[in-house]
């Protein structure tokens, strides 16, 4: 049209990523406001250290007393008319412009749990639709366990592929009784001789059925006399105990939809079939930087340091996510060394463990404000967990901050990173369930809590370790009961959050895990 340049590829495919993240950074503010709490956040119950009326907790997610209570104090003075930095539509939205501490507007609103997660969910989409959809890759069957099909699997040949004998016996044709041959038919045996009335010869499972076949005998169904004829012990049928060719599927038949994960049992489909390799989602790319000089890599906590969970823990469980991890680095309390790899990682998602609330030794905030992050999340209305957050650091590229605790790292890993790298990996959503839980579970006023439960029989059975800075209860645990502010009463039904893996195996408070419900 004259007077009109057409937009470039790059910067339609920008406008289409901010608009999504717009969209889904709407859904705050519209919790916000149906929840009574307006958009403009002052006051937010659930805020970071609002909530239980406890200042000077230490769920603070780095783990150090006194710096959740800073971020209690400043939502409390925060001055509505005058501390409102977020771009207009961007209820959650912040560029950073100065040190944390020093942000005027650094009110640390606190998202509502699902709305945060419907952020990151939608982030990781509009991350995927940038770069022209999710990144694909070719790779051999066994490499291809736990990633995402990028194409339907479709039967490259009819399965089975021949008529073929599903049990051990005689393979007759015509009524009996039948002469046996004196050679048997065995698997891999090609075009085996066709077969008279009245002949009969053994056949083993697997193998090619002969032209003019009736049925298959079982060994255990039929007996040979002392001149070689074979007797039924009972009616015979025909076609029995033939698989005919194709009665799985023909070729060309769709066997399962792009997104399937590719499990065990997939593997196997996929070589009957035919494939040698798969046409994948390539697993998103992520860094790890655990952050905090009070770390141990090895030997007992000593003299104010503490071993840390979360190095051996991250990498696991965000490869059961469905990621790459590239790298886990060890930065301890050095902003330099932090800023210095965040600009220089390439990776599709950095994780960051501690150092988000406002601490004098907690850095992610000014190290977003110096590399001009957007933060998409800044703290989530959830226990524990609630310091989290989730900042776009540059084109393509995620940051999703870990409170530091145990518990409430996992919290954060559920909360923003699992949306984000699912739809980056391909996955489709999980449909959510409910359980209903066998005993009473004390709630925050404001914010929801996610409790480790184990699920046994037609209940979940809340865990008694649940503190931010616990694992043995998730260790134990099948997954996370979603409990809304307020808490839940015996028999209420509430949300389960699976953990990515299979079942649990044993353990005193978790060997009644439910397999149907989990995923790998």
Not at 420 to 435: C, F, K, S
Not at 464 to 487: E, F, K, S, T, W
Request: glycine share 14%; hydrophobic share 40%.
């Amino acid at each position: 049209m004259s007077g009109q340049s057409a937009e470039s590829p790059a910067a339609q495919a920008r406008a289409a990523e901010d608009g999504a993240v717009d969209e889904a950074l709407a859904l705050v503010n519209e919790a916000r406001a149906a929840d009574g709490r307006g958009a403009g956040g002052a006051g937010v119950p659930g805020a970071a250290g609002t909530g239980g009326g406890r200042s000077g907790r230490t769920d603070s997610g780095t783990g150090r007393p006194g710096t959740e209570r800073g971020s209690a104090e400043r939502a409390r003075h925060a001055d509505p008319a005058t501390s409102g930095t977020d771009h207009p539509g961007h209820p959650a939205s912040t560029h950073h412009s100065a040190p944390s501490g020093h942000r005027t507007g650094s009110r640390h609103q606190a998202a509502p749990w699902s709305a945060a997660r419907a952020v990151a969910g939608r982030a990781g989409r509009a991350a995927a639709a940038r770069r022209g959809g999710a990144a694909e890759r070719r790779v051999p069957l066994d490499r291809a366990l736990g990633l995402t099909l990028a194409e339907p699997l479709a039967a490259l040949s009819d399965l089975p592929s021949f008529d073929t004998s599903a049990m051990d016996g005689w393979v007759v044709a015509g009524p009996g009784p039948w002469d046996v041959r004196a050679e048997g038919i065995l698997a891999g045996q090609d075009r085996p001789e066709p077969l008279s009335d009245g002949e009969a010869v053994q056949i083993a499972t697997g193998a090619r059925i002969p032209r003019d076949a009736t049925a298959v005998i079982r060994s255990e169904h039929g007996r040979t006399d002392d001149k070689g004829r074979l007797f039924a012990l009972g009616d015979v049928g025909h076609g029995q105990d033939i698989r005919p060719r194709g009665q799985e599927c023909r070729s060309g038949d769709q066997l399962l939809p792009t997104g399937a994960l590719v499990t065990p049992a997939v593997l196997g489909l996929a070589a009957a079939a035919g494939y040698d390799e798969l046409l994948t989602v390539a697993r998103p790319r992520v860094e790890v930087f655990i952050l905090g000089d009070e770390l141990l890599t090895e030997g007992l906590p000593r003299e104010g340091l503490i071993r840390d969970a979360l190095g051996p823990m991250l990498p696991a469980w965000l490869r059961a996510l469905g990621a790459e991890v590239t790298s886990v680095r060890r930065l301890g309390d050095d902003p330099t060394a932090l800023l210095k790899a965040v600009r220089a990682s390439d990776a599709d998602l950095v994780v960051t463990t501690g150092g988000t609330a406002s601490g004098p030794v907690d850095h992610v905030h000014p190290t977003l404000s110096r590399v001009d992050a957007e933060l998409l999340v800044d703290g989530v209305a959830v226990r524990p967990g609630h310091p989290m957050l989730l900042a776009r650091t540059k084109e393509g590229q995620h940051l999703v901050g870990l409170p530091g605790n145990p518990l409430a790292a996992v919290s954060g890993l559920l909360t923003l990173a699992e949306p984000l790298l699912r739809t980056l990996a391909g996955r489709p959503e999980q449909e959510p369930y409910t359980v209903p839980l066998q005993a009473a579970v004390h709630g925050h006023p404001h914010d929801t809590r996610l409790v480790p439960v184990v699920v046994r029989g037609e209940d979940a059975v809340p865990l008694r370790y649940n503190g931010p800075a616990m694992l043995r209860g998730i260790a134990a645990a099948d997954g996370l009961a979603v409990v809304a502010p307020g808490g839940a009463k015996a028999g209420q039904e509430v949300e389960i959050l699976d953990l990515p893996w299979s079942w649990n195996p044993a353990g005193d408070d978790g060997g009644a895990a439910s397999a149907e419900r989990c995923f790998t």
